[in-house]
């Protein structure tokens, strides 16, 4: 009997051995290490400023290839320059409307980076709505636009537009020229010899001033560039910007088409939008 208790006592010392350990503490002394079984805690990699940019050419500014007519343009090169200036910072590459107008100064041609390959044409009024709506889409990105000669109007008409609903981060008009008070007809009856309509040598003016104070109380920067040196087509000050003058030896028109590659503007465009 007392060998079967013993044998009874053996089995149970060993459950207890294999159970909860055999010789060790309950409690673990202060010099054992402990390992931390907690999963590593991941941190956020910082989310990366989006950037979508309205990029509008002027007048005749379409390359001569019908089917790809931004191809080579200087809007194109704007773009460029701006995505590789982010990629150098980090920064993801932007979204886009580039816009271009051919001998119909009506209807703008324009590519997004949505779909680059395909251009689309619309008339002024239907493409100010097209943009807009786009840019709604992009509530995470910082707008900014640029437009030289028409296009400089058309940014004003844009930035007008979705005042309220999307206002640019910034907004870059380079010598605006007003596609309504200054057409194309105009143009070329002071290069026959006629007068220079007056409305070709100063800033758009279909805009009212309440308009442009609108524009300029919800844009973060607007850079108005202008020059006075090509007697036939100029622009001039805008109120709500803050203006710049550039000068350029007097010639026709030289000046007006100049004035967009000039280094000091190309370097103030990827200055804003490099700043965010």
């Not at 503490?25 to 079984?37: C, D, G, W």
């Not at 537009?161 to 380079?174: M, Q």
Request: charged residues 20%; hydrophobic residues 35%; aromatic residues 4%.
């Amino acid at each position: 009997m007392s060998k079967l208790i013993n044998l009874q006592h053996i089995l149970l010392a060993t459950l207890t051995c294999i159970t909860i350990g055999c010789g060790e503490n309950k409690t673990r002394s202060a010099e054992t290490p402990t390992v931390n079984t907690k999963p590593r805690q991941v941190q956020n990699q910082p989310k990366k400023r989006q950037v979508m940019l309205g990029l509008f050419g002027g007048y005749l500014s379409c390359g001569s290839n019908e089917e790809a007519p931004l191809d080579g343009t200087r809007m194109v090169r704007y773009m460029q320059a701006i995505s590789t200036k982010l990629n150098k910072e980090g920064g993801s590459q932007p979204t886009h409307v580039i816009s271009c107008f051919g001998l119909d100064a009506t209807v703008v041609n324009f590519i997004t980076s949505a779909d680059p390959q395909k251009v689309t044409k619309l008339g002024v009024r239907d493409f100010i709505k097209e943009f807009g709506d786009l840019a709604e889409t992009q509530t995470d990105a910082d707008l900014h636009v640029v437009g030289h000669s028409y296009g400089g109007w058309l940014s004003l008409q844009v930035a007008s537009a979705i005042r309220n609903t999307k206002p640019p981060r910034s907004l870059t008009t380079v010598d605006p020229i007003s596609h309504v008070l200054c057409t194309p007809p105009d143009v070329i009856n002071s290069l026959i010899g006629n007068p220079v309509k007056s409305t070709c040598n100063q800033a758009p003016a279909d805009l009212s001033e309440d308009s442009l104070q609108d524009i300029a109380a919800v844009t973060d920067k607007w850079l108005n560039f202008y020059q006075t040196d090509a007697n036939l087509l100029h622009s001039g000050v805008l109120n709500g910007a803050e203006n710049v003058k550039i000068s350029f030896p007097a010639a026709p028109l030289d000046p007006h088409t100049k004035i967009a590659d000039d280094a000091s503007v190309i370097a103030k465009v990827l200055e804003l939008v490099g700043e965010g």
